[in-house]
């Protein structure tokens, strides 16, 4: 893998004051986790009796990994989804927990329609959009539902993902299981706004229209962008990791063990403080 020396690219910049985490992710990225892994291996399904997904917003499971997860359920596996924010900047709970705004009333219906659909047991955490808490209280919640699960597949957002609630999400799960010395799972780092350096690729083309059937269901979504348009577009790039020239789809994902995903995280967080 080559550097790219500045002089070999341009860009623009909407704000360079906001850029602080470009020296971070060299640093994370020089440790050259990837370099044995630059072919990934494609597999049919991981195999787990239970997953644990981490999602940021509710859809963001849907979107990123529905496929593999859709092959993870109908081969037996239990999903649990912890949706840390709730999709929206309204008010979104008094101090009794109450659902205040219309919006994240209509889509939390969107999630449980989808989860249904999906087979998985959902969690609502409720935080306002670019409010994600890393609290003592964020992060036991979080150790609680991983003993109670103790799942063989975290599916965590890619570090690097291009939002801040998908890194703070990240951050949450390395600040909750920094210092645990039993930490058995792996995970399966997923994209949504941004490419990952995959090392395993999961064909979903036979999934691909259940995939954007439930993507559709998020009708709350549909006023920022052609959600079912630009998943198909994500999954169709993936498909040059499948070796054929076939019209297929695939999900990308940086799988390593949840240990190694923690030290990982630890060289970009600790280095972007």
């Known amino acids: 893998m080559h550097s790219a020396q500045r002089a070999n690219y341009k860009f623009i910049l909407k704000d360079w004051t906001e850029i602080r985490d470009l ?23 991981p195999a787990a009796k239970s997953v644990l997904v981490i999602a940021p917003h509710p859809d963001d499971d849907i979107f990123s990994s ?18 840390l924010a709730s999709g929206s900047a309204d008010t979104y709970r008094d101090e009794k927990n109450r659902i205040l705004s219309d919006s994240v009333i209509k889509i939390e219906e969107e999630a449980r329609e989808a989860s249904r659909s999906l087979g998985s047991d959902i969690e609502f955490w409720r935080y306002p959009n670019r409010a994600i ?16 699960l103790k799942p063989d597949i975290i599916f965590v957002p890619f570090i690097a993902d291009d939002h801040s609630d998908h890194r703070q999400g990240a951050q949450l799960f390395y600040e909750a299981f920094r210092d645990s010395g039993d930490l058995s799972s792996e995970v399966w780092a997923y994209q949504v706004y941004s490419t990952v350096i995959p090392n395993v690729v999961v ?11 439930l993507v559709n269901l998020w009708q709350t979504r549909k006023k920022s962008r052609n959600w079912a348009h630009y998943i ?25 063990p949840a240990k190694e995903y923690v030290e990982l995280c630890g060289i970009y967080f600790g280095n972007n403080r």
């Open 232 to 256: 198909r577009g994500l999954n169709a790039i993936n498909s040059r990791f499948l070796n054929t020239n076939e019209p297929r789809y695939a999900e990308a994902f940086f799988v390593v």
């Open 23 to 45: 020296s971070a992710l060299s640093k994370t990225l020089e440790t050259k986790r990837f370099s044995q892994n630059l072919k990934p291996v494609v597999i049919s399904r």
């Open 133 to 148: 808490k890393i609290s003592a209280e964020s992060m036991t919640r979080l150790k609680d539902i991983y003993d109670q």
């Open 66 to 83: 529905a496929g593999t997860l859709l092959k993870l359920k109908r081969g037996g596996s239990r999903l649990k989804v912890v949706y």
């Open 203 to 213: 064909d979903i083309t036979d999934e691909m229209d259940e995939k954007i059937r």
